[in-house]
């Protein structure tokens, strides 16, 4: 008998069908997860790259409520897909394109997490009591408004072992999005963030409590940002990126820093003057 040259290279059509219904079906989830993405912004959040999503599951693997991913990460996602199966969570294998819906950006890095966003809160006076005590430094941010700089002051604060951040409740001074998390790789997972209403009251509070709070200041701040005698905990105030620390807040800090330069351009992006002077004020006193 003549073998059919066809017979083992192609499915057969119920193999077809039910790839097809598959198909459909993962279209339909990414489909529901965008429109779900849109009528609730506020109260989910999108985590994209690898290191991102496996900090947010090492972290807190309860929040995930969703998981795409790009067929090359297959193995990398295995055990958060158990954790989601055993949780009756959804998780999907889906293409580029599809995952892009999903993240927003074409900016994903082969996976997206959608997750629950930690609530902000402000610190009580005791915890900051307990935290100078304890030697922690802290970060202030003054209307920092670019998610991409949030994003990236976070992921310096995480390699120093920074373990907190104070952002403004102000209209313009930008929240831990998807856009900061894309940036931070991770480092939001290990940096913990608050909000306050009133910043100058809260600096005020930091001094209060032990900290040495040290504003970064454009100019007119002292060169020499590390000072002798008694070593307190540091609470660095960064400014937003067009205006600096507000005079107001300025005044309430126990000093202001300014990186000397060359004067070939006025000052530093935000993100990277953070890391400069997290180095020299948390890192290097630490050795």
């Known amino acids: 008998m003549a073998k059919n040259p066809r017979l083992g290279f192609r499915p057969s059509l119920a193999a077809r069908a039910a ?40 972290r807190d693997p309860g929040s995930v409520l969703r998981l795409f991913y790009e067929a090359a990460l297959g193995p990398r996602v295995g055990p958060m897909c158990k954790t989601l199966a055993l949780a009756k969570k959804v998780y999907r294998q889906v293409d580029a394109a599809e995952l892009e819906k999903v993240a927003g950006s074409v900016h994903h890095g082969g996976i997206v997490a959608v997750v629950t966003p930690a609530a902000l809160r402000a610190p009580s006076e005791a915890e900051l009591t307990a935290w100078a005590k304890a030697g922690e430094s802290i970060l202030v941010l003054d209307r920092v408004s670019n998610a991409h700089n949030l994003g990236a ?63 970064a200041a454009t100019r007119g701040g002292r060169p020499d940002v590390v000072v002798g005698g008694a070593r307190k905990p540091v609470a660095l105030v960064l400014g937003n990126e067009e205006h600096g620390v507000s005079s107001m807040v300025a005044a309430a800090c126990t000093r202001l820093v300014t990186i000397p330069g060359s004067g070939k351009v006025e000052s530093l992006n935000v993100s990277v003057a953070s890391a400069v002077l997290m180095w020299e004020l948390l890192a290097r006193r630490a050795q």
């Open 19 to 58: 790839a097809a219904r598959e198909a459909a079906k993962a279209t339909k989830v990414v489909e529901a997860a965008v429109n779900t993405g849109a009528r609730e912004e506020s109260r989910e959040l999108r985590i994209c790259g690898i290191a991102a999503v496996q900090a947010r599951f090492a």
């Open 153 to 215: 002051i976070a992921r310096t604060a995480a390699f120093f072992g920074v373990p907190r951040m104070v952002i403004s409740d102000h209209p313009t001074a930008a929240r831990p999005n998807d856009a900061a998390h894309r940036v931070a790789e991770g480092g939001l997972e290990g940096v913990e963030v608050f909000l306050v209403k009133d910043l100058i009251a809260h600096v005020r509070a930091l001094s209060a409590a032990g900290y040495d709070v040290v504003g």
